[in-house]
């Protein structure tokens, strides 16, 4: 979804007070802008912290009141090497793909896009769309053995949930609490969102092989005794099976996790790849009009790539 590259902000490690968290950490989301200049809060990557299973980025944008005529505006971009996942609990957006899909995305449904080796997306509020806009971007690296293959594009107009504990929760990817999204994923791991309609404490389970982080998207919460608000992303190692989740008022948060990544993956601008040259290759193709396609019917320009104006970690 986004233009912008990685800045090098340092990671704030927090100790955590109970004597069974002391390796959860709280990191703060920093601001960033989208397109238009749409100020969103990006979870990952972090210095301190670039995966989260085979999650390599969360974005979370909103609540935000949208004129008519305003809103997010991504014009057409690339990327390469990942799935890019897009949640809503309010308001509507529109993808159009270089694959010719055009795909309406209203709160319940899940927009699964998988590059493979190339694919070019672009994002807006609907023409004519108001109201309030607020929801989460992520993008999962894809495995080695499947990162080159075709682009292809799902959209499911309905996730499995269930009500529990005084929690409503809708299973994005993955497999939990009883249930299997059909998201088409490629690795081990789980995205839920968890609305907590009534107070007080329970426990989920949690897959102890699976790493784990939380965002908060609405409310307060208290998670292994850190008081969670907004703009905050608490990570949770492997090795845990339960975890405790506590709030004061309604609340809403988004749980993702997953088997350790092992492959180490290269991250610029949109494109996810290995080497610097891959990168470089992506990055060319893209400028010169090769490998991703056209998307059509956006009414605007396409994003232009940004130079390399930082070193490439190889
Ligand atoms: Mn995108």
Request: with cysteine.
């Amino acid at each position: 979804m986004t233009d912008l590259i990685p800045d090098r902000e340092t990671a704030r490690k927090c100790q955590a007070h109970s004597d069974d968290a002391d390796d959860v950490v709280a990191l703060p989301a920093r601001k960033a802008q989208l397109g238009n200049g749409l100020e969103i809060y990006r979870a990952l990557p972090q210095i301190g912290l670039r995966l989260i299973g085979p999650w390599c980025f969360l974005d979370h944008f909103g609540p935000l009141d949208v004129k008519p005529g305003a809103g997010l505006r991504v014009g057409p971009h690339p990327h390469t090497g990942l799935q890019t996942v897009t949640w809503l609990i309010a308001g509507e957006l529109l993808h159009r793909d270089s694959l010719g899909i055009v795909q309406h995305i209203r709160p319940g449904q899940l927009n699964l896009m998988t590059s493979g080796n190339g694919i070019a997306h672009s994002e807006e509020s609907p023409a004519g769309h108001a109201g309030r806009l607020h929801g989460v971007q992520l993008w999962v690296a894809l495995p080695d053995d499947e990162r080159h293959g075709e682009p292809r594009f799902d959209h499911y107009p309905e996730l499995p949930s269930t009500e529990t504990l005084g929690l409503r929760i809708s299973l994005l990817a993955g497999e939990a609490i009883g249930l299997q999204s059909p998201a088409r994923v490629f690795s081990p791991l789980v995205g839920l969102d968890i609305e907590m309609v009534d107070t007080g404490s329970r426990r989920i389970d949690l897959n102890p092989g699976f790493e784990y982080g939380l965002l908060v998207l609405e409310g307060r919460v208290t998670v292994a005794d850190h008081q969670m608000g907004t703009g905050t992303l608490l990570y949770l190692p492997i090795g845990r099976s339960q975890l405790e989740l506590g709030n004061a008022k309604p609340a809403r948060l988004i749980l993702i996790g997953g088997r350790p990544f092992t492959e180490t993956i290269l991250m610029w601008w949109n494109l996810v790849a290995r080497t610097p040259a891959e990168i470089a290759a992506a990055r060319n193709d893209w400028e010169h009009g090769k490998r991703f396609g056209i998307v059509r019917g956006y009414d605007g320009p396409r994003i232009t790539a940004p130079r390399f104006n930082h070193r490439l970690k190889a």
